[in-house]
């Protein structure tokens, strides 16, 4: 039988969407819209039909989802049961609040379908997932508010992309802490560049496809020191800030293309000469 999924939000149009996609896929959905209605629905499919996961909103018209995590988390008949966290409030300390007290993992509000699949499926042990495509998944960090919201948009939104959006290093490292906070791709400002490739390189040593965003980028940075000791900095892209987000968005794109496993999902094809032209710039040619 599919797996069974509670899904709690109180936006209509976001419960029709997300069950849709899910059934697409192959699971059931038992869609409801507060705490007390999951509550309900917890006692009704208790014994005859139980879930394989709960997604919850972490806002509710009747209380926080992280409340309802909690009584999960408490109730020996549950405890075990995945669940995912979704929210529009991408800012860290809700990942890491919810994660911390037990969530299996965070999905951001507009959410990438592949990722949320992806995900649904191996948090259910469902044997589809060798052949379901996950979302490339881009750590931002940027002190910036609104470069990274813009960043976000359109990772997410544009090209499919789970976005992390951070505003300091010191979250970064939080966030790479996590047991599977692995990332595919990040952008950075040049001011933090060095610590955030650190952090990924002690996490990941293969290394990951890195934007590095600068005031005045030139020839002269990445600094020709480092850049001999760590061929990551060498091959870190240096791009202007004043770039538009969508320009930057397809360049990543470009280079998860090429440099990520070919199990990750992707729509975009950006021509090598968009790389090209971005180098030039950069350099101030």
Known sequence: MAPHVLLVDDSTTVRMVIAAELREAGFRVTPVPTLDAARRAFAQYRERDPFHLAILDLLLPDGDGIDLLREIRRDPALERLPV????????????????????????????????????????????????????WRVLVVDADPGLRDALEKVLRIGHGCDVVALESVDQAAQFLDLEGANVDGAVVDRRCFLRVL??????????????????????????????????????????????????????????????????????????????DAVRRLARGA
């Open 84 to 135: 995912m966290l979704l929210s529009s409030d991408a800012r860290f300390g809700s990942r890491l609040r919810g994660l911390g007290v037990g969530a299996d993992d965070f999905v951001g509000k507009p959410h990438s379908k592949s990722f949320l699949i992806s995900r649904a499926h191996v948090l259910t042990g469902n044997t589809q997932t060798e052949s379901a495509p996950r979302a």
């Open 198 to 275: 650190g952090l990924l390189r002690s996490k990941q040593p293969n290394g990951v496809p890195m934007i590095v965003l600068d005031d005045s980028p030139s020839a002269t940075w990445p600094p020709v020191a480092a850049a001999k000791r760590n061929s990551a900095v060498a091959s870190a892209l240096v791009m202007p800030r004043t770039i538009e987000p969508g320009t930057v968005a397809e360049v990543m794109m470009r280079r998860l293309v090429e440099d990520a496993p070919s199990s990750v999902s992707s729509s975009s094809k950006i021509p090598i000469a968009t790389i």
